[in-house]
């Protein structure tokens, strides 16, 4: 009676084991543009969407993610980036902005809006990296409008987007007028 007890069970687990990886969510390659930094390399972008030639860009990556869209591309954002690179001098551990200088990207889909959140309570600039720290959000905001701009190009409806900058407090306070809001369109469904 114990053998075919535990044959029952062995047998239950094998095919929950089996069975599981076919109850997964939805895995989807999309790009996330990331604000990078380029301390340590001899080159400057002109980032057009701020205005200014700086030792930072923003570029995308592919990631597979699963999630609730669009929030979830929204914080991949802030994953961390080291660059490969062939040249044994670049000894760079990690180009993200947001993981550099320790802000906190966070997102969530209200009835009409994406409200976004860049928390700068713990911000800490790194010596090498040669940026403010409002240059750093306004290249967080290009890095968010076409990480959405991607996303939004095959949706019907626009989405209107908010972006908040939290934890500015003291001698950061002035930082939050550095929020924005703007609409993504959509793709009109004829």
């Given amino acids: 009676m114990i053998g075919r007890m535990k044959l ?18 939805t895995i989807t390659v999309v790009p996330i ?40 591309l929204v914080e991949s954002m802030r994953t961390p980036h080291p660059l490969p690179s062939n040249n044994p001098n670049y000894q760079v551990q990690e180009t993200n902005l947001f993981v550099l200088c320790n802000i906190d990207v966070s997102a969530l889909m209200r009835e009409d809006e994406l409200l976004v959140s860049f928390d700068i309570r713990n911000l800490t600039i790194p010596i090498e990296v040669d940026l403010t720290t409002r240059q750093i959000i306004r290249i967080g905001i290009v890095a968010l409008r076409r990480t959405l701009a991607e996303y939004q190009t095959p ?29 993504m369109p959509g793709t009109p469904v004829d």
Avoid: K, W
Avoid at 8 to 25: H, Y
Avoid at 39 to 63: F, K, N, Y
Avoid at 167 to 183: C, H, I, K, Q, T
């Fill in 8 to 25: 029952i069970r062995n047998l239950l687990s094998a095919t929950a084991a089996l069975v599981m990886p076919c109850a997964a969510t």
């Fill in 33 to 72: 543009y990331e604000p990078l930094s380029m301390h340590a390399t001899d080159g400057d972008d002109a980032i057009s969407d701020v205005g200014e030639a700086l030792q930072a860009t923003v570029m995308s990556r592919p990631m597979a993610l699963s999630g609730a869209f669009p929030e979830v």
């Fill in 155 to 183: 949706q019907p409806e626009p989405l209107n987007v908010r972006v908040r900058i939290t934890g500015a407090e003291g001698d950061r306070e002035p930082l939050r007028d550095a929020g924005v809001e703007f609409s």
